[in-house]
């Protein structure tokens, strides 16, 4: 069996440096061109996107992804569905099964996905989870770090902002360990995460110290006022100020959606070291790899 190969992709805790180092491979081969596409004739398989909280970039990015490999895409109507008269996750992913979908990307609630993965056989990518995780942003990010790094052993990469709540950060802490990341993250106290692997370190030391400069959403969803954003921009954004500190060589990422004037502002846009589109276009390309591994990848 090929280092790559899993059933679900649910979490990257239980992921060997091997099977994140073929992904990659099969990443930049997607993006390169080197892959003859479309993978899928005739009998095309069928992916189904089931969110349950909104996104654009995720769940758009496995369609394209679906639909650039030649496979379909179904999306589950989650308002228009039976969910509404109360059927439950579990049933409506018995449903998709016995439709004979051949995957699925769920973004729901963290416990969800680990107990349906152990009753069906369908395939299960998460879209993002709770605040557990986010597996294929983390990779697709890493794919963004080795575009513009030679080796990432080493470098130090920053994560800054709403750690406590944020699934990215849970997912770059488990591939962080993998890849030999020197992992900082700055933050509000009342943003600390629970103990875990990286380092809390001040953001002003951080910002001009770090290879990779990740900023995180400010969940304003979480938070009572906006006069704790303005505050937020102060102390934890990275602004025009703080972007004269940054090295020469540092990249700066974003997982999207973000907060303009909170965590990021337009000028860091501008900057020539903002990876923030390549970082979305990258998803694309990842994803395509994700589904090529359980989509299967022979001609039809
Ligand atoms: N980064 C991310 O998950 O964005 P979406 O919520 O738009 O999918």
Redesign the pocket.
Known sequence: MAAMSFQNLIHLKDFERGQVDDLMEAAFAMKRGSVDLPLFFGKKPILATFFLE??????LSFAVAAKRLGAEVLDFPVSTSSLSKGESLEASFLCLEAFGVDGIVFRGSESVLTEISAKIKTPIVSG?EGNSG?PT?ALLDYMSFLEDFESLKGRRLLIAGDLKHSR?FASHRELAKLMDVDLVYSGPDHFLPAEGFGSRMDFDEAIASSDMIMLLRVQKERHESDGALMDYNQKFGLNSERLQRLKASAKIYH???YNLGVEITEEVLKDQRCRIWDQVENGVYLRMAVLKNILGDKKQ
């Open positions: 909104n996104s654009t970039r995720t769940k993002g986010h942003q990215v997982p999207g959606p």
